[in-house]
């Protein structure tokens, strides 16, 4: 598969319970950064850092260590590939 | 291109053909109070109530949205003019081309360094930066501005959240905008009634209706999906512009999924070598009205009244809608870094009418037992466009817009806060403490409250 955001939201996806957990990926910009998407619904817990690159940063809400983990390795093959 | 979608005719229709009843008012408050967004028809309904008593029953409907939605939480930025040079000649603007006894002048890197550095002295954490139009205040200079007032700190103090209020740009130079991290993006129509709109802009690229008003389509197409709208009331009707304003949001919603973030509606004040008809002149009253109804109508947006009202007003305006304030404002260029408090009319684009410092404005907010905000976690965490749109859902902001205010609110009482207001600001925060129903919330707040104690800074939920 194509390593495009839509294939690693796909991906992401089937990670994910949409009930119980809340991923989104964003873009770095200066201060601020940009949503693109998530996956899963609203927690209301403290937000955490699932990968980061320069670019991109991926956060999640209620992820255990096990999704993290595996969420992460995602991340990191889709957008720090050059560096794995 | 995207076309120019405000039909004159089907506005003003829709006003001529409506006619209020107390049953129609009441329904329309409920479904605004149920938090969705009106349909024209209905506003038009609300703006056409004009029996004391219909009038009275919409502000009372607005003030109990606003308690549902944005409690008592007021944010708070202030403006930072940059440049004011300008080549449009809009009868109302003391910036004009026309104007030859303004001074005209652009802030140098430098120099726009100290204007932020004295802001962020003061407490300001969220800042609109300002600009005429001119081909020197093109994308790459916007742009360039903004990264400087991202990197200018002062101690503890940075701004963390920067907005722009610039003429309409291309897709192109939205996007350099997006690049740098820039908050919302503000372009005011002025009017929406196109007759008008050709009589006040003279000369300059502003005259083009066509593109100011789809100048926010664009920054949507670039990827910007954080834009603010708004009108220059007293240049025509006033329910025609509320009318076209809704028509703005609806337009948005419909093409891009989300709406503007906030509305504003700054009403005519002298300004120099401007002398203009008052026929269509707002009062008190009448803009008491227009910030009602807008938030009856668009309960999720962000309404905005600055200080160019003066104090008794925006105190007696914020209950029935608003939710942002600027203060501490200086419309000067180098006004913030230049310790004389004097207004110069030939430097400023209007007259301001509450010129009070920032921690001024905030004891009095504490007094009406309102928590200032300088919170900006949505556009840290990505919480904007579709993904803001959670804003919907209950519990959000009891769980991270009041406690991210308290955050923001104790950081400015540790760093800037003059005794009296810090007084009754820690008092304040108790209160809303003790309020909170959920012990482990409040343990949470509690933790980062002392964490704000022991000197760390920008933490938000």
């Known amino acids: ?84 | 291109m995207s076309k120019d979608f405000i039909d004159d005719k089907k506005l003003e229709d829709i006003l001529a053909q409506v006619k209020p009843t107390e049953e129609k008012i009441e329904t329309i408050i409920n479904k605004s109070l149920n938090k969705e967004r009106l349909s024209l028809e209905e506003t038009a309904t609300l703006l056409q109530a004009d029996k004391p008593e219909w009038i009275e029953r919409i502000f009372k409907g607005a003030e109990e949205l606003k308690n549902k939605v944005y409690g008592d939480r007021i944010v708070l930025f202030a403006p930072l003019y940059v440049g004011n040079k300008c080549i449009n000649n809009c009868e109302y603007c003391g910036f004009k081309a026309s104007n030859t006894e303004i001074d005209r002048c652009t802030l140098t890197i430098k120099e726009l360094q100290a204007e932020v550095k004295a802001m962020e002295k003061k407490g300001q954490k969220r800042s609109i930066l300002v600009y005429g139009e001119s081909p020197d205040y093109d994308a790459d200079f916007i742009a360039k501005t903004v990264q400087a007032v991202y990197d200018t700190r002062e101690d503890k103090g940075e701004i963390r959240r920067v907005n722009i209020n610039a003429a309409p740009l291309d897709v192109e130079g939205y996007k350099k905008l997006k690049e740098v991290g820039i908050g919302t993006y503000q372009i005011f129509q002025e009017t929406y009634h196109h007759e008008t709109y050709q009589r006040v802009h003279h000369s300059g690229p502003k005259r083009d209706f066509k593109w100011r008003v789809t100048g926010l389509d664009r920054a949507m197409e670039a990827g910007i999906d954080d834009v603010g709208i708004g009108v220059l009331f007293g240049l025509y009707d006033w329910k025609y512009e509320v009318m076209g304003l809704l028509e703005h949001t609806i337009h948005l919603e419909e093409k891009y999924n989300v709406g503007p973030h906030t509305i504003s509606f700054p009403r005519l004040k002298e300004a120099s070598n401007v002398s203009i008809d008052d026929k269509y002149f707002v009062n008190d009253e009448e803009l008491k009205r227009i910030i009602a109804i807008l938030r009856l109508a668009v309960p999720y947006t962000g309404l905005i009244l600055t200080a160019r009202e003066d104090a008794k007003l925006r105190r007696e305006a914020i209950k029935l809608g608003v939710s942002q304030i600027d203060a501490g404002t200086k419309i000067e260029i180098n006004g913030y870094s230049d310790d004389d408090d004097e207004q110069d009319i030939n430097r400023e684009q209007f007259v301001i009418g509450d010129s009070r410092s920032l921690d001024d404005v905030i004891y009095e907010l504490l007094s009406d037992g309102y928590i200032p905000s300088f919170c900006t976690a949505c556009y840290r965490l990505g919480r904007t466009g579709e993904h803001f749109m959670e804003f919907a859902i209950p519990g959000f902001i009891k769980r991270y817009c009041g406690p991210n205010a308290l955050l923001t609110f104790k950081e400015y009482l540790e760093d800037y806060a003059s005794e009296k207001t810090k007084d009754v600001g820690e008092k304040l925060i108790q209160e809303k403490l003790a309020e909170i129903e959920d012990e482990k919330t409040k343990e949470k707040i509690e933790a980062k409250l002392e964490e704000i104690e022991n000197e760390k800074r920008d933490l938000y939920f």
């Open chain 1, 1 to 84: 598969m194509k390593k495009e955001i839509y294939t690693f939201k796909e991906e992401l996806s089937k990670l994910i319970d949409q009930d119980n957990n809340k991923v989104w990926l964003n873009k770095k910009a200066s201060k601020r950064i940009d949503y693109i998407f998530k996956v899963g619904q609203e927690q209301f817990t403290s937000s955490e850092v699932i990968g980061e690159n320069d670019e991109f940063l991926l956060l999640g809400q209620n992820i255990d260590k096990k999704l993290k983990d595996k969420s992460a390795i995602l991340f990191n093959d889709y957008f720090n590939s050059d560096k794995n």
